[in-house]
């Protein structure tokens, strides 16, 4: 330990932590990001989507932190997808363009603040998938004096969204001629393709799902309403929904960070592994007890990695199987472990799914080499309403 | 709703909502927490443990809330549980007295933030399981002048702690020796007894497993150390670990929320389910969207339950499946519902467990009859190091 707490304490609330801790010295559980790993994943999306003629816009779902939607700009994104209008108040507040807010509006409070939004960020898209809540958007729309950019959240992923075909092109109309709002394309999002496994299958699964959002795209054109954009995608279809005509933009997020759950979708190039990205988010942990010469406990259970999927975290080096004890308790193997484990060992855990992880930690720890560079804290943390 | 977005910010930070809205207007996914329920919920084992002549001392890791470990020192507790000394700082600077910090502190930090906080809170109990953290803790404390309470984390639950038996009374005499530690009794925490399925098997389970850490406090005795203070026990076997000779103080937690968690490990009266205690928490959802008749969408995924459960949330009233739909969405299944789910309909749902369910959320809404009488800061919330 190069300092103390105390001191430590006193440079995270100064701001002033660059280069003077290593990674080794961070209170565990940290989350930790490996910059040039993260730097690397940020620029080979954007440039494999510059390359096809794609927009960027990528999901903030994922990381939920200001300076991170901000790296992701600085690489040429177009703006920052939000799943909640909490989420996108926070980017708002930081004067972050080129909002959307991926999931539908329901309710008084929701849409007043939508409103409220868009007075502040004009250019901000917002997604409706029926013809009662588009009525009540141009209301609120109508009394604030404002246009709303309104797409239509289209039903590809068996979640949310207007039919596609007729009815769709029912409701395009519908908001293409709403006296306050702006009708501006389309919002497709495929989630099960995301994750299919094996590259083939999953080409397959989303050029379907994303087709009948293009087709949607020309009907809609057809009925003579302007229709320039349609968003979807995400990490695990990027090269593959990139490549299809009629889509204008893509916003992936687990690219950046990485998870377990992706790596296992299969890629291109190894059908069991998707190696496109590399994993620049991690957990530390410390083993805090040694009861016994067969198991060791880190100091790192339910609230410390998201638990949706079924497998545990991994060690990002060596083997040594981690199995879930509490919610403040992982259990390591010790009888199945290809390394030893001693009492206050540090170590780097993968996550088994960023977004939810993410989503437990107050702060980021961006690591260059072995040294902390930055300190984000994760504004948007807990901003699911 | 019943006022405005903005009117209800104002409220918030004025912190001036008492009877001001609804549950009904709360903005959505909601923690709430039926306060008549919870109060039952406190009273029932404040009295059942002060009938039993054992102490009491809730475990904050399930709550992490300032006002919540106050609520439970007015009817009797004599201090706060809390798994780490990041939660242990928290309501050390709300100024609750008789902090015990249940998981043994290992790391340079981990021990710097110890001593401090036994510099602002003397009594506030620490734990140990193995001769070299004792050396260090006793080695901080000495270098800043001050004893620490220590006491033996004893394994009776296949996780963390020292063996019960001759090995622990060899950690009690140097606890006990050392020059800046006071040796204060055994914590014991029997984790698997809590949710073994059944009360007599229960039982069972947790008189063997205690029974243990009672053995080795008389062996201790024996060997002519004080050890006046056993702590143990959890909301499963408050009925069963209270009744036993030899433990001090119960430290249960889920009791004041409860979940479906505990609900089903059967009780004393009903070998199927366990309703000691009520369901004082849970999550309203809103439903804002309803493609097909077959489902609906809620405003609640990954991030506002608990995934570490092989069970998904259920609605408080009727029967309508939930199953994950993501991050943000959960999939309400129509075919199999017995009411009618429209949009912008608001939903009730009881949470797999609520320990990490609490930890996804910035604030818990007190609701007495369906007003808020209460928001309360979830102030430690994310607080695992």
Known sequence: ?????????????????????????????????DLDIFDANLAKMACHLMAAGKAFRPHAKTHKTVEI???????????????????????????????LVTTPLVGAWRIERAVLLAKS?????????NASNVELLNQAASAAGIKLNIAIDLLVGGRTG???GEKSVKLAQQIHTASNLHFFGIQAFAGPCAHTLGFLERKKASEQSMGQAVETRWQIEKAGIPCPWLSGGSTGTYNIDSAIDGITEIQPGSFMFMDIDYSIIGGQADPQQFTDFGFALSVIATVFSKPSAK?????????AFSTDRPFPPQLRCGKVPFRWAGDEHGNLDLTQATQSIELGDRLEFLVPHCD????????IYGIRGSMVESVWNIAARGMIQ
């Open 162 to 164: 207007s039919t596609p």
């Open 1 to 33: 330990m190069s300092i103390t707490w105390v001191e430590f304490e006193k440079l995270i609330s100064s701001g002033n932590l660059k280069w003077k801790i290593s990674k080794d010295d961070l209170p565990t559980p940290a989350l930790i990001l």
């Open 69 to 99: 939607a901000q790296a992701c700009m600085d690489v040429g994104a177009i703006g920052t997808c939000t799943a909640k209008i909490s989420e996108a108040e926070v980017f708002s507040r930081a004067g972050l363009k080129g909002l």
């Open 295 to 303: 198991w060791a406990i880190v100091d790192a259970g339910f609230k």
């Open 121 to 129: 960020q004009p250019d901000t898209i917002f997604c409706a998938d």
């Open 356 to 363: 939810p992880t993410v989503n437990l930690y107050d702060r």
